[in-house]
T-cell receptor
Framework: EAQVTQNPRYLITVTGKKLTVTCSQN?????MSWYRQDPGLGLRQIYY???????DKGDVPEGYKVSRKEKRNFPLILESPSPNQTSLYFC??????????????FGEGSRLTVL | RKEVEQDPGPFNVPEGATVAFNCTYS??????FFWYRQDCRKEPKLLMS???SGNEDGRFTAQLNRASQYISLLIRDSKLSDSATYLC?????????????FGKGTHLIIQP
């Protein structure tokens, strides 16, 4: 089954404790992206990757890191989480090179709470 | 500046009614347009692309007005299962997905 898988789905952690949210897709998509969704602010892009070893900042990259060592994986790293990073996080992927492509395939989301 | 604006609602609509909502975008160079649907606490999913000539998929009709820079979504004979948040998405770049900008969504509630 074609899918984007995020882990963990739910996490409660404390300020400053490094954490990683994994994202994996099995559709051989070149493009992957991370978003956070907060009430009243909608979906905001954190980082995206056009292909292996190519990553770029989105609209809200502060406090986050990413890596793209393999095509299928795009982990989101919070080196020192803070309470303002409490949010619902979505990973998404998409094939490149398709004219007008706008279909993002989203993971089920990871709800993170930082105390 | 990337900007996509939607009325957040909620729109409370009786079952069976027709409902329509718009989305305005500020970048006149925007290339492609989409409506996504997001159920509560779930991931967004593509509902339909919006073509220049307008397009229809069952009870759903999407329209694009480039002159006034807005897209619209019309839902006919609304069902309880149509209750969701509808996200307007605009791509400012040709092809690919890196230019996607999301609106904050319009919350629709279909009432029995």
């Amino acid at each position: 089954e074609a899918q984007v898988t995020q882990n963990p789905r739910y996490l409660i952690t404390v300020t400053g404790k490094k954490l990683t949210v994994t994202c994996s897709q099995n559709m051989n998509h070149e493009y992957m992206s991370w978003y956070r969704q907060d009430p009243g602010l909608g979906l905001r892009q954190i980082y995206y990757s056009m292909n292996v070893e190519v990553t770029d900042k989105g609209d809200v990259p502060e406090g986050y890191k990413v890596s793209r060592k393999e095509k299928r994986n795009f982990p989101l790293i919070l080196e020192s989480p803070s309470p303002n990073q409490t949010s619902l996080y979505f990973c998404a992927s998409s094939p490149q090179g398709v004219v007008g492509a706008g279909e993002l395939f989203f993971g089920e989301g990871s709800r993170l709470t930082v105390l | 500046r990337k900007e996509v604006e939607q009325d957040p609602g909620p729109f409370n609509v009786p079952e069976g009614a027709t409902v329509a909502f718009n989305c305005t975008y500020s970048n006149s160079a925007s290339q492609s347009f989409f409506w996504y649907r997001q159920d509560c606490r779930k991931e967004p999913k593509l509902l339909m692309s919006v073509y220049s000539s307008g397009n229809e998929d069952g009870r759903f009709t999407a329209q694009l007005n480039r002159a006034s820079q807005y897209i619209s979504l019309l839902i006919r004979d609304s069902k309880l299962s149509d209750s969701a948040t509808y996200l307007c998405v605009v791509n400012i770049l040709p092809g690919g997905a890196d230019g996607l900008t999301f609106g904050k969504g319009t919350h629709l509630i279909i009432q029995p």
